[in-house]
Antibody, heavy 117, light 110 residues
Framework: QVQLVQSGAEVKKPGASVKVSCKAS????????IHWVRQAPGQRLEWMGW????????TYSEKFQGRVTITRDTSATTAYMELSSLTSEDTAVYYC??????????WGQGTLVTVSS | EIVLTQSPGTLSLSPGERATLSCRAS???????LAWYQQKPGQPPRLVIY???RRATGIPDRFSGSASGTDFTLTISRLEPEDFAVYYC???????????FGQGTKLDIK
C-alpha cells in the first residue's frame, strides 16, 4: 500500500531554516508528484508547492516563493521541503501528500515544526 | 486567485441524519478538480471525493459529491459516528497550476 513517512518534529529559532523529508513506498515513485501542505494550529490547510518525481519540475505557492525549496531523490524515493527565514508564523504541522487527479490521495503523518526563540 | 468559502462553519447533527456541506468558489473553476477531505484530530486529512463526484478508494457510498455552477456540495446520506470530523474542500487551478483549500466545516455530534 502507498506509504509516505515523514521525518520527526523540529524546533527552530527565528531566522533559521528547516528541512523535512518524506519517504515514499508502495507505488512507482516516478509516476506522481509530491506536494507539501501545512496546517498552523487551528487553521486551514495551506498548499505550499510540489515536485514531480520524474523530472524534478517544481511549482510553488506565491506566498512561499523565494523561501521554500522542494526537491526529490529518486534513488531514495524521498522528497524534501526546505523552508528558510523562519518566523513564529511558520509554526505548523507540515504534510507531504501524493498528487493524483487534481488532489492528494495519500498523506504523510505530518511533521510538527515549532519556531521559538 | 480562486477563493473557496465553506458553509456552515459548524454543523451539529445526530447519527443517522443527513449532512449537507457547501463549498462556494469565487469564480468558475477551469476544471472539475474539486476534492473533499475528512480530517480527525491529530490525523492527516483523508481524501473522500475527487473530480467533484468520484469517491476515493475505501470511501462508503453514503458519501457523495455534486456541483451546480460555482457551488459544490458534499452529502453524507446517513451519518455514522466515525463521520464526525472537519471537512475541507480543495480545488486545482489548472491555468496557474495552484491549489487552494476552503476554511473547513466542522461536523459535530449533536
Amino acid at each position: 500500500q502507498v506509504q509516505l513517512v515523514q521525518s520527526g518534529a523540529e524546533v527552530k529559532k527565528p531566522g533559521a531554516s528547516v528541512k523535512v523529508s518524506c519517504k515514499a513506498s508502495g507505488y512507482s515513485f516516478m509516476s506522481n508528484a509530491i506536494h507539501w501542505v501545512r496546517q498552523a494550529p487551528g487553521q486551514r490547510l495551506e498548499w505550499m508547492g510540489w515536485v514531480h518525481a520524474a523530472n524534478g519540475y517544481t511549482t510553488y505557492s506565491e506566498k512561499f516563493q523565494g523561501r521554500v525549496t522542494i526537491t526529490r531523490d529518486t534513488s531514495a524515493t524521498t522528497a524534501y521541503m526546505e523552508l528558510s527565514s523562519l518566523t513564529s508564523e511558520d509554526t505548523a504541522v507540515y504534510y507531504c501528500a501524493r498528487g493524483a487527479n487534481g488532489g492528494f490521495d495519500s498523506w504523510g503523518q505530518g511533521t510538527l515544526v515549532t519556531v521559538s526563540s | 486567485e480562486i477563493v473557496l468559502t465553506q458553509s456552515p462553519g459548524t454543523l451539529s447533527l445526530s447519527p443517522g441524519e443527513r449532512a449537507t456541506l457547501s463549498c462556494r468558489a469565487s469564480q468558475s473553476l477551469s476544471s472539475s478538480y474539486l476534492a473533499w477531505y475528512q480530517q480527525k484530530p491529530g490525523q492527516p486529512p483523508r481524501l473522500v471525493i475527487y473530480d467533484t463526484s468520484r469517491r476515493a478508494t475505501g470511501i462508503p457510498d453514503r458519501f457523495s459529491g455534486s456541483a451546480s455552477g460555482t457551488d459544490f456540495t458534499l452529502t453524507i446520506s446517513r451519518l455514522e459516528p466515525e463521520d464526525f470530523a472537519v471537512y475541507y474542500c480543495q480545488q486545482f487551478g489548472r491555468s496557474l497550476n495552484m491549489y487552494t483549500f476552503g476554511q473547513g466545516t466542522k461536523l459535530d455530534i449533536k
